[in-house]
């Protein structure tokens, strides 16, 4: 558990330091697809000591996971914003704001309430997760306009496409839950 957080934390700081954000910060798609993904997989390896640490705190705020799921789903909302990914460039404040809240309000609450929610609750998840990135795709390919100041045309549509793959990959892994047997894995 111990180890989790602390590979965690490295890979927080190591997404944080300057050359490292500047590169992830200076292609469109790993920005999006990479960079914030890690910085919630960071907080995902550092629940397990957080929880330890706080008990009470979890057991309180997200007894069911739902109130984490909506947290987590808000702020993955709101960092596919086209507007909000130019800020984080231009913005220090916004780019600190990222560096804090993807990690510990959406890694976090993932990884917390992902083992509490039921079935159905998963199923909900992975449907707004691709009607989510599919609609964003749509909106990055097809937008007539440059969304981003900070990114060309070109880095829009290629993220558009990336999006579509993500929703894509989202209904197959989706689909195929209903044809593997889980008995063995319990």
Same mark, same amino acid.
Not at 7 to 36: C, D, K, W
Not at 118 to 128: C, H, L, Q
Not at 159 to 178: E, P, R, V
């Given at each position: =558990? ?8 490295? /890979?927080?700081?190591?997404? @944080? ?6 590169? !992830?910060? &200076? ?8 960079? =914030?993904?890690?910085?919630?997989? !960071?907080?995902? /390896? ?26 987590? @789903? ?5 960092? @596919? ?6 800020? !984080? ?15 510990? /309000? ?6 917390? &309430? ?5 079935? @159905? ?10 009607? /989510? ?9 097809? &937008? ?17 496409? !990336? ?24």
């Amino acid at each position: =558990m111990m180890k989790q957080a602390i590979y965690g934390l490295v /890979l927080y700081v190591f997404l @944080m330091l300057p050359p490292v954000a500047n590169l !992830a910060e &200076s292609v469109m798609t790993i920005h999006m697809h990479m960079q =914030m993904p890690l910085f919630v997989i !960071a907080g995902m /390896l550092m629940t397990p000591y957080l929880k330890q640490r706080f008990p009470t705190f979890f057991a309180k705020w997200n007894r069911n996971g739902v109130p984490g799921i909506i947290l987590f @789903m808000i702020i993955i909302m709101y960092w @596919m914003l086209p507007r909000t990914m130019d800020e !984080a460039l231009t913005i220090y404040a916004i780019e600190i704001f990222k560096f804090i809240s993807l990690p510990f /309000l959406a890694g976090v609450p993932l990884r917390d &309430s992902w083992i509490k929610l039921g079935k @159905m609750g998963k199923n909900i998840i992975f449907v707004t997760l691709s009607l /989510l990135c599919g609609f964003m795709g749509i909106l990055y390919i097809f &937008s007539p306009e440059q969304l981003c100041n900070n990114y060309l045309i070109v880095e829009q549509i290629t993220l558009g496409w !990336a999006f579509l793959f993500l929703a894509l990959s989202i209904i197959i892994y989706f689909i195929q839950q209903f044809f593997v047997d889980k008995t063995e894995y319990e």
